[in-house]
Nanobody, 117 residues
């Protein structure tokens, strides 16, 4: 499985960005796809995840109500719509995938999101 993230950039506080993640390869074992982020000097943290079958979603408290994760199974794409961005959202964002059980074992390269105040 290969994951390719895109859509990062520089945005002012209060603005919006939409991240995309394209999956390719042997994706049949994937059950969850998600987004994580890592800010400078901090550990990587979970942001959101979605089940590829039913579309059930789950968010970190810090982004709940501001970020929306969605998927397009036909295109093998997962998106992260980020609204009301704050400087605290500045980080490298990674998409990831996993099977129903186990750890997040498929990772894309990161895409930088920078929110200016």
């Amino acid at each position: 499985v290969q994951l390719q993230a895109s859509g990062g950039g520089l945005v002012q506080a209060g603005g919006s960005l939409r991240l995309s993640c394209a999956a390719s390869g042997r994706t049949g074992s994937m059950y969850f796809m998600g987004w994580f982020r890592q800010a400078p000097g901090k550990e990587r943290e979970f942001v959101a995840r979605i089940t590829l079958s039913g579309g059930s979603t789950y968010y970190a408290d810090s982004v709940k109500g501001r970020f929306t994760i969605s998927r397009d199974n036909a295109k093998k794409m997962v998106y992260l719509q980020m609204n009301s961005l704050t400087p605290e959202d500045t980080a490298v964002y990674y998409c990831a995938a996993k099977s129903y059980e186990g750890v997040w074992n498929y990772w894309g390269q990161g895409t930088q999101v920078t929110v200016s105040s």
